[in-house]
């Protein structure tokens, strides 16, 4: 069975730092490009970062740049995302997920590029 497996959400005040991880299972997205997705309440599921499957280039929403930092390491199948300096805007449930097209030059942003999609985790900001 073809999973990710998000983990590192908790609870954290504002300026605060997190790292959540994304771990793959089943199979090797190693020549996909992974992304983080956020969904807060009452909201809709927003794209927040996104990594090349070579590691080379990265997109990031406007809101979280020079404060998020997505990386990835392929022999370990795991994506990251170091989130520094959090604001209670920040509160959501983050989601990582796979392209569904091998090896893309750039990263897309449209949910319906991606096809798998891990259960996501919490992270709550505190004022």
């Known amino acids: 069975q073809v999973q990710l497996v998000e983990s590192g959400g908790g609870l954290v005040q504002a300026g605060g730092s997190l790292r959540l991880s994304c771990a793959a299972s089943g199979r090797t997205f190693t020549n996909y490009a992974m992304v983080w997705f956020r969904q807060a309440p009452g909201k809709e599921r927003e794209f927040v970062a996104g990594i090349t499957w070579d590691g080379i280039n990265a997109l990031y929403v406007d809101s979280v740049k020079g404060r998020f930092t997505i990386s990835r390491d392929n022999a370990k199948g795991t994506v990251y995302l170091q989130m520094n300096i959090l604001k209670p805007e920040d509160t959501a449930v983050y989601f990582c997920?796979?392209?569904?097209?091998?090896?893309?030059?750039?990263?897309?942003?449209?949910?319906?590029?991606?096809?798998?999609w891990g259960q996501g985790t919490l992270v709550t900001v505190s004022s």
């Open positions: 997920a796979a392209d569904r097209s091998f090896r893309r030059a750039t990263v897309p942003t449209r949910r319906g590029d991606y096809n798998t």
